[in-house]
């Protein structure tokens, strides 16, 4: 048995891990995350000219990976970064819908990679509805065989500065119905789209989207018509793989970010480490974050088994939603007021990791529909 | 056992509410039920009016302009402030240094500070804290030394709340290095406009500034702002931190943010279904509201003990700690009930002159950074780790 990354991944791994420590300074990442855009431009750029895209891409699509096992590494070198760019939204999210549509649409993954579009998924809907079939912005067909769409979609990441929108939306069936589901793939400049948008607490800006009888031509569609579902639940899963080995990568700076305070910081004379109340609170953090690297080890194991993937996937993010907050408050209350402060790493890594368990259902949604599988 | 308010407490009950109901600016309640942070003015327009009913200070001597109340009407007035969203009284120079003054100052001092406190002509802060010294509080260094007539103070102070604010500081400063760390701390009150001191910004994890750093370089105090004797504020400091943590129990805040949460959860639909049928849901929100109880009736027991006259001693520690871990599951709760809401941070939402997108439902707006934010209350007033060892000695004697 063998738990060792492959020596190409350990490599990517090592590198993306040393690039983040020295060329993305956090206090630069906080400006930009806090920013009217939400994340740098010029950071986006050199990260890419690293490769961190091809990376989560396919080679049939130009890329030079996209398996689980290469997300799962790259997503856990950009967690521990706390980088905001948007790789999970174009780079996973939109790049895995568009890898399944036409021709058209799939040379638009090519161009994600050429910089030349940033097209980003609108699915998610009501803000407590965490089920990837929930959709209920409609599709109506019109007499030439065109469509329009109806609706609204809310919290967007990234969408203000979007050229794109992978718009899911149904035909038939009940708001959760599997059956009736497509996405179009619209220009964001078409008649009809309405953007509100709004600052996050984690970094990155997030927007409602309202669509109002946006025309929609039969090309348009990803997928046959009514039948998407399966695409954006592929999608999803892989968003999820993502953010819970980004949130690995967080918890592992924070536990070593914590652990440096407790040798450093005296009080009463000694660190603050020596005292065995706060050294069971530290030893339980090192357990659970352990256990959560596990449940993303056996996410990743089972991605692409048909039968298993979902179930491992939410308690993957089960455990993820669950452990991650412990492990925030925890080193916040371990560091005292130094763990409050804006100016201090920490809490940054701290709201990103309690926010993840807001993206794509909550520790609570995850052990439901685990329950249900 | 009885749990009944007598009569008059009922009758005071009712005044408090129908005064909060008269007085009360909607717009600030909005922001307060809200979680949004007020404004200095949002504070001082609610001092005042307090004060001209003569109940900013209510537990003060009729003498300095109080009414006298007991720990039980101190109770029933926090609590109809509590449930009504009435901005907190900003405690530092009322709920603090005044008990202080009161006990330790000389007459001069009371006389000269304590109506100032009312009025508001004096904007309070504390100077405890120090880089090297949170929890370890007795290891201070600010060091205050005699010159004349004047103590010329050194040192910085640090998380002092609202420093922003404050015209007047009350510090704890080293004046001797003799003996044991406690006996060399002595207890002054300096005036933040003095040269020499600067205040620097301290912004919250949340993006809000309410703590300050506080440097000072050769200010100059006059000797007549000592209180009581010199090397003698570790006593003081002690006895103003237990009146910092009773009163930390927040029964009536934190019921006024189960009834918004419930709300929130009824309006919110997960798999079609109000949230609040969510069995995961209202499995965690019965747990809240069931400590919540306990804890109204752990803090009435500490009330009753000190009406009986006895001191609040550990008790006020099983109190912090509950306090504010029940808030803090609260607020957790209130994000996790927002769901994809919870990632909007737009604390501005409700001030005039926000021209954003409409932040829907309200409490979205700052719900995360509350959240957050309230990571504080089981550091500050003596971290909980702090009161827990407090527990262990006093009341375990282990
Ligand atoms: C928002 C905010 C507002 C504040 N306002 C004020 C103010 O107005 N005026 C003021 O003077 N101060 C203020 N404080 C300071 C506050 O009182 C201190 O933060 C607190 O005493 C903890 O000190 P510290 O931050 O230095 O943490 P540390 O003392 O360094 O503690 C770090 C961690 O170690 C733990 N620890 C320390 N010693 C022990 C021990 N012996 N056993 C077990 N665990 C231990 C602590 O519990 C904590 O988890 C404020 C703090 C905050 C966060």
Redesign the pocket.
Known sequence: MDFKPSPERQILFDTLKKYFENEYSLSDRNIAAHSDLGYSKKAWEAMRDLGILESLIDPELDGFGGTALDISTVFEALGRGLVVEPFLEVGILAAKVLSKGNEAQKSLVKKILENECLPILAHSETDTEYSKSFVETKLSVEADGSYKISGTKRMIKHASEATHFLVTCRNTGDASSKEGISIACIPTDREGIKIDSFATIDGGRVSDLTFTNVNISSEELVGELGMSYSIVSHAIDTGILAICSEALGIMERIKELTLEYLKT?K??GVP?GK?Q??QHRMAQLLVEIEQARSSVINATIYFDDETEREKTISAAKFSIGKIGTLVAEESI??????G?TWEYDLGHYAKRLVLIDHEFGDEDFHLQKYISL | MDLNFTKKQENFQIEVRSFLNDNLEPQVVEKVKNGIPITKEDSERWHQKLNEKGWLAGTWPKKYGGKEWDVVEKFIFEEECGSAGAPRIVPFGVGMLAPVLMKFGSQEQRDYWLPRMLTGEDWW?????EPGS???LASLKTSAVRDGDYYIVNGQ?T???FAQHANMIFCLVRTSNEGKPQEGISFILIDMNSPGIEVRPII?LDGSH??NEIFFSDVKVPVKNLVGEENKGWTYAKYLLTHERTGNANVAVSKRKIQKLKKLADDAKKNEQPLSNDPMFASRLAQIEIDLQNLEITNLRTLASVENGEAPGAESSIIKILGSEIEQDIDNLTRKSLGKRAFVNEPDALSTGYNGAEVFPKAAAYASGKYFNHR?KS?????N??QK?IISKLMLNL
């Open positions: 910081r009080q009463f603050i005292f109340a706060i209350q371990l560091h005292g007021g130094m409050m | 802060c504390q100077g405890y804290s949170g929890s370890d102070k998380w002092t709340t919250t309410e703590v504080k550091i500050y007033a003596g971290s780790e702090i060892n």
